[in-house]
C-alpha cells in the first residue's frame, strides 16, 4: 500500500519569502501524487496533482510542486507567500486503479508580517 | 462546481448514543468516503463507498458503521459514541473509476465532540 510522510509539522515563515514543504511517498509501483490545503475551520481543496507527464506541476494560488522519482518525493514550493496561505497542506498518494487516497500527518504554515 | 454537504458542521453529543452523520453530494458521483481527521494523525478513511449498497471498510472502521441507500447520500453511524471519536469528520466524493484523475472534493467537515 502506499504511504506519504509530511517531513516538516510546523512551518513559520515570513510574509514574501519562499516556502517549501516537504514530502516523501514510500510505493514501487506507479503513483498518483496530490497537496490538498485547508484553511480554518474549511474541507480540503486541491492545490494541484501529478499524474504523469512534466515533473513540474503548477497549481492555484501560485504554488508548484516537482515530482522526483529517484528521490521519491514531491516537495510543494511558492517562491513569495502571503499572510492568507496560512493553513494545514496535506501531501497525498494513490496507486493506479485505487478508488482511495493516503495522507501524510499534514503541515502547518503559518505566515507572519 | 461539485458540492459535498455536511448536514452539521458543530455537534456535541453524549457516550453512549447513536450519532449519525450526513454527507450529500450533487454531481453524480460514484465515489464517497468518509475520514476523521486528528492532530498529528492527518486523515485515515473509515468507511468508503464505490456503488448504492456498496460500502468497504477503510483503515479505522471499529466503532463506525455506514449507509448508502441513495448515489447522493452517504451516512456514517456512531453506534454508540465514545470520547475516543471526538474528532473532526471529512466527507469526500469523487467520480468514476479512480480518484487519481480528478481527485477529491471535500465537504466542510462536521466537528464532533462526545461529552
Known amino acids: 500500500a502506499q504511504s506519504v510522510t509530511q517531513l516538516d509539522s510546523q512551518v513559520p515563515v515570513f510574509e514574501e519569502a519562499p516556502v517549501e514543504l516537504r514530502c516523501n511517498y514510500s510505493s514501487s509501483v506507479s503513483v498518483y501524487l496530490f497537496w490538498y490545503v485547508q484553511y480554518p475551520n474549511q474541507g480540503l481543496q486541491l492545490l494541484l496533482k501529478y499524474l504523469s507527464g512534466s515533473t513540474l506541476v503548477k497549481g492555484i494560488n501560485g504554488f508548484e510542486a516537482e515530482f522526483n522519482k529517484s528521490q521519491t518525493s514531491f516537495h510543494l514550493r511558492k517562491p513569495s507567500v502571503h499572510i492568507s496561505d496560512t493553513a494545514e497542506y496535506f501531501c497525498?498518494?494513490?496507486?493506479?486503479?485505487?478508488?482511495?487516497?493516503?495522507f501524510g500527518a499534514g503541515t502547518t504554515v503559518t505566515v507572519r508580517a | 462546481d461539485v458540492k459535498v454537504t455536511q448536514s452539521s458542521r458543530y455537534l456535541v453529543k453524549r457516550t453512549g448514543e447513536k450519532v449519525f452523520l450526513e454527507c450529500v453530494q450533487d454531481?453524480?458521483?460514484?465515489?464517497m468516503f468518509w475520514y476523521r481527521q486528528d492532530p498529528g494523525l492527518g486523515l485515515r478513511l473509515i468507511y468508503f463507498?464505490?456503488?448504492?449498497?456498496?460500502?468497504e471498510k477503510g483503515d479505522i472502521p471499529e466503532g463506525y458503521s455506514v449507509s448508502r441507500e441513495k448515489k447522493e447520500r452517504f451516512s456514517l453511524i456512531l453506534e454508540s459514541a465514545s470520547t475516543n471519536q471526538t474528532s473532526m469528520y471529512l466527507c469526500?466524493?469523487?467520480?468514476?473509476?479512480?480518484?487519481?484523475?480528478?481527485?477529491?472534493?471535500f465537504g466542510s467537515g462536521t466537528r464532533l465532540t462526545v461529552v
Open positions: 469526500a466524493s469523487s467520480s468514476t473509476g479512480t480518484p487519481a484523475n480528478y481527485g477529491y472534493t
Open positions: 454531481m453524480d458521483h460514484e465515489n
Open positions: 463507498s464505490y456503488d448504492v449498497k456498496m460500502k
Open positions: 497525498a498518494v494513490t496507486g493506479s486503479n485505487d478508488y482511495k487516497l493516503s
